[in-house]
């Protein structure tokens, strides 16, 4: 049976994950269209169709950027819960689910990676958790990876995604903010090229803070990347924003982005940025000798 169902695409367009056994096919979140789940994987979980990127784990991410097997870094570990916060739900209880379902220890993890031969440092979010909001253990990560760059003096890749700021740390999540942009300010301080990847969606404090602070700002396809949405924005002013605002082409048309790299691209394009760097800081050091002799 199972060969047929490899063959046959099921008619019914919806709801199709539950009734496809073992998940044998994907529907494209976007277009629906039914593509067989090793090829959708195959394609980066871009959709071969609509070009439709779908967000991926952190961990996805960090395997798909890099040449070697990255060598995971280990990061600062906080006590959860400092303020004893409760919603709906506990918020440590929301961790241990989140913890569950990504299986990382919170939104971000980090990596020493190789692409050509250059080496450089990866700091990548992960949207399932918590919606990849900023907490200490985020702030934190970021700047231990800024500062492994500085050491190591190989450039920092931030792979961002982002609803904002964990509310449930209050004014803790706050002071990640000016936190992450004296790390950006550090790398810049000792030379240490900073590039920034922009996933969907990347708002609120983590887009007011170091996801704006790159060397270079690049993003994947239609992300949705501003401070507040556009439904907060339209409710609150009552106005009908354009189609397509805060969208990455909206962004690079406003000069905030410097590319839209497509993710099947996108090792290949780093890997050119990481060259360009290394010859420059090469020929920076060069001229420095040149002008002590
Ligand atoms: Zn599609």
């Keep these: 049976m199972g060969w047929f169902l490899n063959l046959v695409k099921p008619k019914i367009q919806s709801n199709t994950e539950s009734n496809s056994p073992a998940n044998l096919w994907h529907a494209c979140p976007s277009c629906s269209e039914m593509i067989f789940a090793k090829e959708w994987e195959l394609a980066l979980c871009v959709c071969p169709k609509c070009n439709f990127h779908e967000r991926?784990?952190?961990i996805a991410r960090i395997n798909m950027l890099s040449d070697v097997k990255p060598k995971m870094i280990s990061l600062p570990v906080f006590k959860d819960d400092p303020l004893g916060f409760k919603d709906t739900q506990n918020y440590k209880d929301r961790l241990k689910d989140a913890r569950k379902k990504t299986q990382i220890h919170d939104a971000a993890i980090a990596a020493e990676i190789s692409l050509d031969g250059n080496k450089a440092i990866l700091f990548v979010m992960d949207f399932n958790f918590i919606g990849g909001s900023?907490?200490?253990y985020v702030g934190s990560a970021f700047l231990q990876s800024a500062n492994l760059a500085i050491a190591k003096n190989i450039p920092l890749i931030a792979v961002t995604a982002s609803g904002g700021a964990r509310m449930q740390e209050?004014?803790?999540s706050l002071m990640q903010m000016p936190k992450t942009v004296l790390a950006c300010q550090f790398l810049r301080e000792n030379d240490v090229p900073y590039i920034v990847v922009l996933s969907d969606p990347t708002t609120g404090g983590v887009i007011a803070s170091f996801a704006s602070l790159g060397d270079i700002t690049l993003s994947e396809p239609n992300a949705l990347i501003g401070f507040t949405g556009p439904r907060v924005i339209e409710e609150t002013m009552q106005i009908k924003l354009e189609e397509g605002f805060q969208r990455s082409e909206f962004q690079l048309s406003h000069g905030f982005v410097d590319?839209?790299?497509h993710r099947s691209e996108?090792?290949?394009?780093?890997t050119k940025i990481l060259d360009i760097f290394a010859r420059a800081?090469?020929?920076?050091?060069?001229?420095r000798k040149n002008e002590r002799n």
């Design 281 to 287: 800081r090469e020929n920076k050091k060069e001229r």
């Design 266 to 270: 996108m090792k290949k394009e780093l």
């Design 56 to 58: 991926i784990s952190a």
């Design 259 to 261: 590319a839209i790299v």
């Design 134 to 136: 900023m907490g200490q």
């Design 170 to 172: 209050g004014i803790i």
